[in-house]
């Protein structure tokens, strides 16, 4: 069993649908948890972290994590064609340092 | 603007050669990390660097190796003996002062000839 697991997808949501990206972990050390955006051919880009339990907000962007359930979520609002990207999480036990990454969620924002 | 800058973007290896991968950034981060990328996994550590001349070997280090004798630079190098080298390598980088998460590159895709 991997330690983080991710649907691959694709997910494909017409424009202006709320998407939920989610990742489920076993390992209950994890403190920090983050989502990036890959756009194909491109490096993964930090869109949000966040440490301990909780949500955070930034724009169209939620995250959140409930460490009870080894679970956190992505959620973007009014999503947009500019949006379909893959999206990985990623989380650590201890700062930045040793980040264990998800697979990547592929979405497809449809027009 | 600040960044870090893989090159090159596309690179080619034939059988028994060596090749170099160059990462330089200017975020004057301490920590610089080597991520291989393959269909269907995860990122995958190969080597990561704290500080300039020290460097820890990551989860698949066999057949690569790298310096960082530079604090802005930390060229990975794939040797002859790494047997399946096609992927996309990303490199990130960190600051541990901040604590804040790794950035990365645009990544170098290597492929066989």
């Known amino acids: 069993q991997k330690e983080v697991e991710q649907d691959p997808g694709p997910l494909s949501v017409p424009e202006g649908a709320i998407v939920s990206l989610n990742c489920t972990y076993s390992?209950?050390?994890?403190?920090?948890f983050m989502w990036y955006r890959q756009y194909s051919r491109k490096g993964p880009e930090l869109l949000m972290y966040t440490y301990s339990s909780g949500n955070k907000e930034d724009g169209r962007f939620t995250a959140q994590v409930d460490k009870s359930s080894k679970y956190i979520s992505l959620f973007i609002r009014d999503s947009q064609p500019s949006d379909s990207a893959t999206y990985l999480c990623?989380?650590?036990?201890?700062?930045?340092?040793?980040?264990?990454f998800g697979t990547g969620t592929k979405l497809q924002v449809i027009p | 603007d600040g960044g870090i800058t893989q090159s090159p973007k596309y690179l080619f290896r034939k059988e028994g050669q060596n090749v170099t991968l160059s990462c330089e950034q200017n975020l004057n981060h301490d920590a610089m990390y080597w991520y291989r990328q393959d269909p269907g996994q995860g990122l995958r550590l190969i080597y990561y660097?704290?500080?300039?001349?020290?460097?820890q070997k990551g989860d698949i280090a066999e057949g690569y190796s790298v310096s960082r004798e530079k604090k802005e630079s930390f060229p990975l190098t794939v040797t002859s003996a790494q047997k399946n080298p096609t992927a996309f390598y990303l490199c990130a980088s960190s600051s541990q002062e901040t604590n804040q998460p790794q950035h990365f590159g645009d990544g170098t895709r290597l492929s066989i000839l």
């Open positions: 390992n209950s050390a994890f403190q920090y």
């Open positions: 990623a989380m650590s036990v201890s700062g930045y340092q040793k980040v264990t």
């Open positions: 660097s704290q500080i300039v001349n020290d460097f």
